[in-house]
């Protein structure tokens, strides 16, 4: 098995803003979309890449580390999307996922949205990634604060009961 490749594109520690870099898991098989993909967001993010090309290197990365955005291609030798977004769902299932791919359909694309998946952006508009990646980060910190809410909330209530 290849180890999972890490790659920093920016200061591993903090951006220009003090913040730590989005720690982005990227299920990719072709090295220059890797590069593509990689070149888009970090026009507007630092990022820190773990890079995947298969369902082991995808399943001992997801043990290992805990991401921000998780963006997988949706045809890969051997190993599927749908089933690298079941996986991802049951691992870490509070990360965006978005799928990044030139081989999928319309009915594909909604049953992934149905499935968990947060967005879907084709290769060939890679234009569209920031935008979708935004709104995955964005949605997913509103998520996060609205469980902590309830759950202070919760903690609330049995202490005054």
Known sequence: MKQTDTSLRSNPTVDAAGQPPLRVLHLEDDVR???LVGEVLSARFSCEFTYAQDEAEFTHA???AHFDLILSDFTL???????ALALAQKRQPEVPYLFVSG???EERAIDNLKNGATDHVLKNHLERLLPAVDRALRE???HSKRREAEEALREALDRKA
């Open 140 to 142: 997913a910190r509103e």
């Open 62 to 64: 997801l043990a290992q």
């Open 77 to 83: 030798p051997g190993y599927g999307g749908e089933s």
């Open 33 to 35: 979309d890797r590069e």
């Open 103 to 105: 081989t999928i359909g």
